[in-house]
Nanobody, 115 residues
Framework: QVQLVESGGGLVQPGGSLRLSCAAS????????MGWYRQAPGKQRELVAT???????QKADSVKGRFTISRDNSKNTMYLQMNRLKPEDTAVYYC?????????WGQGTQVTVSS
């Protein structure tokens, strides 16, 4: 079982930046892909970006050129650097990890982009 804890959300003005962190614990050796998803009010949860153990990255078209996903294996932590934030990026951001046939989610962290 993998446990995930997100941090780094908050209120930021349009055009600003935030960095989200996701600390993993438990059976982290079995994780083969990690990612970030988000859910805005009244909308379905959607993929933001994923990163495989091999370094392959997948991103939503809406965040390409603005968001960067990375992972520090020495700290068992994944990051999402978000630049040039827009009001439409406002959502609860969730960390996700897949290991074997299991899938784990964090509790979510709120990101609000508003002036």
């Amino acid at each position: 079982q993998v446990q995930l804890v997100e941090s780094g959300g908050g209120l930021v003005q349009p055009g600003g930046s935030l960095r989200l962190s996701c600390a993993a614990s438990g059976s982290i050796f079995s994780i083969y892909i990690m990612g970030w998803y988000r859910q805005a009010p009244g909308k379905q949860r959607e993929l933001v970006a994923t990163l495989t153990n091999g370094g392959n990255v997948q991103k939503a078209d809406s965040v390409k050129g603005r968001f960067t996903i990375s992972r520090d294996n020495s700290k068992n932590t994944m990051y999402l650097q978000m630049n040039r934030l827009k009001p439409e990026d406002t959502a609860v951001y969730y960390c996700n990890a897949r290991s074997g046939s299991n899938e784990s989610w964090g509790q979510g962290t709120q990101v609000t982009v508003s002036s």
